[in-house]
């Protein structure tokens, strides 16, 4: 199945909750980061759709890579127009492809065409669940799952103790699960 970039930006509109997840988690290592994830997911959006005609993809995954390629210049340009010069942005700033384990798990899972559409969906609903999670628990589930941060460093950000980190991953992948089970 082919994907246009359709003229009214709302293919790229659908991806919005995904890009909030992915700036949050790189953002939330700089503490010092003056940034909202809203606001990097609209200048993604936005520079996407100015550049519409360069994407020649035909899948989710593939568009999913090229947006987190627009993410991380946007980053890089975001800090170093913050007066953060002085440090390697590109070591503070993960340039990786990796994806969301859980959207991966279940698009592998996948055997036809129709399966992976189904998957490339759930992958978004997912995405749309997680933005919507109360913040602390939305910042521990990005961090410690997602971003493979330790449980006492996610504690010492929100100020809490690792055991008040570990309920607050535990009510997050309830929710998840809770709320995903009508989709499956």
């Known amino acids: 199945m082919k994907i246009s970039l359709d003229p009214e930006a709302k293919t790229l509109e659908k991806f919005r909750p995904y890009l909030k997840i992915l700036a949050q988690g790189k953002l939330l290592r700089r503490s010092k980061a003056r940034f909202d994830e809203s ?38 340009n975001e800090l170093k127009h913050d007066g953060q010069q002085k440090r390697d ?6 340039l990786d492809n990796t994806d969301l384990s859980i959207k991966q ?8 065409p129709s399966e992976r559409f189904h998957a490339e969906e759930l992958g978004l609903i997912i995405d749309q669940i997680i933005d919507e999670l109360p913040r602390d628990q939305k910042v521990a589930f990005i961090l410690i799952r997602l971003e493979q941060e330790p449980s006492e460093t996610v504690a010492k950000l929100l100020e809490r103790s690792p055991e008040a980190v570990g309920g607050l991953l535990r009510r997050a992948m309830s929710t998840l699960k809770e709320k995903i089970q009508p989709y499956l």
């Open 39 to 76: 606001d990097i997911a609209q200048k993604v959006i936005l520079a996407a759709h100015e550049n519409r005609n360069k994407w020649d993809g035909d899948s989710v995954e593939p568009l999913k890579a090229w947006l987190r390629t627009i993410l991380n210049n946007i980053l890089i």
């Open 105 to 112: 798990l279940v698009t592998s899972l996948a055997d036809s």
């Open 89 to 94: 942005i590109n070591k503070e700033i993960q």
